[in-house]
């Protein structure tokens, strides 16, 4: 009796914690970003000089001015009288979403409002990538195609211009961590279908790249 009841206690308990851990993240706040700072950064042509790829993360957070600029470079909104973003997008579907996964959850960037939408309150780096400093990293970025933004566009087409338009705007976060001295890598080794299932994405939200910033190891 004691056994059973030392069971169900525990099952009680687990139901209670899994959600927990990793809920849906409507009743969280979002986290307001900072105004972008716009007259920072080095000289273009330096900034292409060191624009390199690496695996070598400090775990130290990026403060949210840091973070607010590079959101705003990898694909904030540069001209607000047009709602035009910092990366092209074929034909202005903008139909890249970028979600931002950090140790205290999963958040979506809004570039219009200039926040973070909370989406998961888990920590879910480790399922961002298959190598193991995506874990320790602050920030992951994952690129996610909406092909319900892409009109009637052939699937084809859908897959080649959401590539390249992900790939503007990686290039920007590459150029951005090269100005600011941060480390990055942009990566395709990732269980696409896991994550997706984790992140509770549509059948047509395509991941197409996932990205990881941090410090560099000292
Ligand atoms: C589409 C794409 C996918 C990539 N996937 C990975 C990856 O999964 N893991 C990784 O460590 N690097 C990945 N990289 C980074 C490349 O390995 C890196 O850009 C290349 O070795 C050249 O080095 P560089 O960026 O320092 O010039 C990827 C790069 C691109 C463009």
Request: net charge positive.
């Given at each position: 009796?004691?056994?059973?009841l030392?069971?169900?206690?525990?099952?009680?308990?687990?139901?209670?914690?899994?959600?927990?851990?990793?809920?849906?993240?409507e009743?969280?706040?979002?986290?307001?970003?900072?105004?972008?700072?716009?007259?920072?950064?080095r000289?273009?042509?330096?900034?292409?000089?060191?624009?390199?790829?690496?695996?070598?993360?400090?775990?130290?957070?990026?403060?949210v001015?840091?973070?607010?600029?590079?959101?705003?470079?990898?694909?904030?909104?540069?001209?607000?009288?047009?709602?035009?973003?910092?990366?092209?997008?074929?034909?202005?579907?903008?139909?890249?979403?970028?979600?931002?996964?950090?140790?205290?959850?999963?958040?979506?960037y809004?570039?219009?409002?200039?926040?973070?939408?909370?989406?998961?309150?888990?920590?879910?780096?480790?399922?961002?990538?298959?190598?193991?400093?995506?874990?320790?990293?602050?920030v992951?970025?994952?690129?996610?195609?909406?092909?319900?933004?892409?009109?009637?566009?052939?699937?084809?087409?859908?897959?080649?211009?959401?590539?390249?338009?992900?790939?503007?705007?990686?290039?920007?976060?590459?150029?951005?961590?090269?100005s600011?001295?941060?480390?990055?890598?942009?990566?395709?080794s990732i269980?696409?279908?896991?994550?997706?299932k984790t992140?509770?994405?549509?059948?047509?939200?395509?991941?197409?790249?996932?990205?990881?910033?941090?410090?560099?190891?000292?």
């Amino acid at each position: 009796m004691q056994k059973i009841l030392f069971y169900s206690a525990s099952l009680v308990l687990a139901a209670l914690i899994v959600p927990i851990n990793l809920t849906l993240g409507e009743e969280r706040e979002s986290i307001p970003l900072l105004k972008p700072q716009i007259d920072t950064g080095r000289p273009l042509m330096q900034v292409l000089k060191d624009r390199s790829s690496s695996r070598s993360f400090s775990t130290e957070k990026l403060p949210v001015q840091m973070l607010s600029n590079l959101l705003w470079a990898a694909v904030g909104i540069n001209r607000p009288d047009a709602g035009k973003r910092t990366a092209p997008s074929a034909r202005n579907w903008q139909e890249i979403d970028v979600y931002v996964a950090m140790a205290d959850g999963l958040y979506l960037y809004d570039a219009k409002n200039n926040v973070l939408k909370p989406v998961l309150s888990g920590d879910i780096r480790s399922m961002t990538g298959k190598q193991d400093f995506v874990k320790d990293a602050p920030v992951n970025l994952i690129y996610v195609a909406d092909f319900s933004k892409m009109g009637d566009a052939a699937n084809d087409d859908k897959v080649l211009y959401s590539a390249a338009d992900t790939g503007f705007i990686s290039q920007n976060v590459y150029l951005f961590c090269a100005s600011e001295g941060l480390a990055t890598v942009v990566r395709g080794s990732i269980d696409r279908e896991a994550l997706a299932k984790t992140m509770k994405l549509r059948a047509d939200q395509k991941i197409i790249l996932s990205q990881t910033i941090g410090y560099p190891k000292k």
